[in-house]
């Protein structure tokens, strides 16, 4: 769709770590030069064939019209899937249910990852274009230009300022801050009991949020993702 020089990505996990390789066009072990390159995309077939699709996409408009169908209509339609996904009653289904429900939710994250790597490249090209413009007309270097995204991102913070909200609330009653600290296994029954509209927020958060926690925890240590390489 968008023309990308790579041919493919390559994903290992090893010590729970993901790794990612990009695959270049045509195998070659190591980068020619930039000059070279520019000269290979206009002679390698392939190469010619990525150009086409690339110009394409740029003049068809898809650089603002799929970020514009992200808002409209992907990310509303996947919060309505994830809300029926989490919805379902695991332990009431039986063993050929419970299979079929595991394909849909494979299928599911197929169609997922696809489009999260649509619009990487919207995503990429927008900040590239920041990134020149404020060397252009400011004289920044790049770290300069990150730094002023930095907690920009509401889909990055949003869990974390819920909960964050959610303890400031659960810290002003004493005995539900008692039971938090505790840390008891069965803090939400027990949140039901003294403290109900708590327990009503945590519930809310853990059936949307519910997987991030998990996921950062596994993540104490920086994600060690291999620089762009080719092969060797």
Not at 11 to 23: Q, S
Not at 162 to 169: D, G, H, Y
Request: charge should be positive; aromatic fraction near 8%.
């Amino acid at each position: 769709m968008w023309g990308l020089l790579p041919d493919s990505m390559q994903f290992r996990v090893i010590g729970h770590e993901p790794y990612l390789h990009v695959e270049p066009d045509d195998g070659g072990k190591n980068p020619p030069p930039w000059w070279l390159l520019g000269l290979l995309a206009r002679v390698v077939p392939s190469l010619r064939r990525k150009l086409r699709a690339s110009a394409l996409a740029v003049g068809a408009g898809y650089l603002e019209t799929v970020p514009a169908k992200w808002a409209s209509d992907h990310r509303p339609r996947l919060r309505r899937e994830i809300e029926q996904h989490a919805a379902v009653d695991l332990l009431a289904l039986d063993d050929t249910a419970l299979f079929l429900h595991l394909e849909d939710l494979k299928a599911f994250y197929s169609r997922c990852l696809q489009l999260h790597f649509t619009l990487f490249i919207p995503h990429t090209v927008g900040l590239y274009e920041l990134a020149v413009t404020c060397e252009e007309l400011l004289g920044w270097d790049l770290q300069k230009t990150i730094g002023l995204l930095q907690g920009l991102s509401n889909a990055s913070t949003a869990s974390t300022d819920e909960l964050a909200a959610i303890a400031r609330r659960a810290g002003q009653r004493i005995a539900t801050r008692e039971l938090l600290e505790a840390r008891r296994p069965d803090i939400l029954r027990r949140l039901d009991d003294i403290d109900p509209p708590v327990a009503k927020e945590l519930r809310q958060y853990l059936q949307f949020w519910g997987c991030v926690p998990l996921v950062r925890r596994r993540a104490v240590r920086p994600w060690r993702i291999n620089r762009i390489s080719w092969p060797t």
